[in-house]
């Protein structure tokens, strides 16, 4: 299998408070991996420090074959190859559905009006907002707000997507629009890294799930191992607590 992304001995600490300590696992190519864990567990944390929004304070990150923490690594560069759907939406208020999803592609990969809003209208479909390309984001509900980010971040073609609990900021009744749309991309083959607290739909669509506790990986495996026949106490102990 082809590594996408492997993640070597990572740490990051805030002053004296260790939030993540030698964290090892890799991301293969057409993979769907979810994190989950508890609040604090440093789940986000870890997917900040991949794309660099946190600076580890340690440890590698391995991007086609390269530490990209290395001093001469172009990291503009390798963060166009990552996209990234927060909890918060983060689109542009002041742009319509389609300019949120062409300005990233001109300003950084420098492609023409006429071609960003053509990759633009390619996924906005694929999301199922096509129809409101003229809408403000002020005009839409928080599930087609993310479902725009979604696009949005698609739109840049990235060769892995990170997702950081995209429906932790949604009413219940528009999480299963935004989880459908991602279970959708999953079964296209795009590389996944998604931290969720949906369990049900971790144990759905994932090849892999990895399970964080204070600031390490506890245990690792299938969706079949980890929520069918964990292994460690703690999983055991969260499971408990999570799964209906």
Do not use: W
């Amino acid at each position: 299998m082809e590594k996408v992304i492997d993640i070597k001995h990572l740490s990051k600490s805030f002053g004296t408070h260790e939030v993540l300590r030698d964290v090892d696992f890799s991301v293969n190519k057409g993979e769907v991996v979810c994190i989950i864990g508890s609040s604090g567990s440093g789940k986000s944390t870890l997917l900040r420090c991949i794309n660099l929004l946190e600076k580890p304070s340690g440890g590698e990150i391995i991007y086609n074959r390269e530490n990209i923490l290395d001093e001469k690594h172009d990291i503009y560069d390798y963060r166009t190859k990552l996209g990234m759907v927060f909890q918060q939406f983060n689109l542009f208020n002041n742009h319509n559905v389609l300019s949120n999803c062409t300005v990233g592609q001109m300003k950084v990969l420098k492609r023409s009006k006429e071609e960003a809003e053509k990759v633009a209208m390619k996924y906005l479909k694929v999301v199922g907002m096509e129809n409101y390309i003229n809408a403000k984001p002020k005009q839409l509900s928080g599930g087609q707000k993310q479902r725009v980010a979604i696009a949005r971040a698609l739109s840049m073609e990235p060769d892995v997507m990170l997702f950081d609990e995209p429906t932790s900021a949604l009413d219940p009744e528009m999480v299963g629009e935004v989880l459908k749309v991602m279970k959708e991309l999953a079964e296209t083959g795009l590389t996944m890294l998604i931290v969720t607290h949906e369990m049900e739909f971790a144990k759905d669509v994932s090849d892999r799930v990895i399970f964080m506790d204070k600031g390490v990986i506890e245990e690792e495996g299938t969706p079949e191992e980890i929520f069918n026949n964990p292994k460690r106490e703690r999983t055991k102990e969260f499971l408990k607590r999570t799964l209906k």
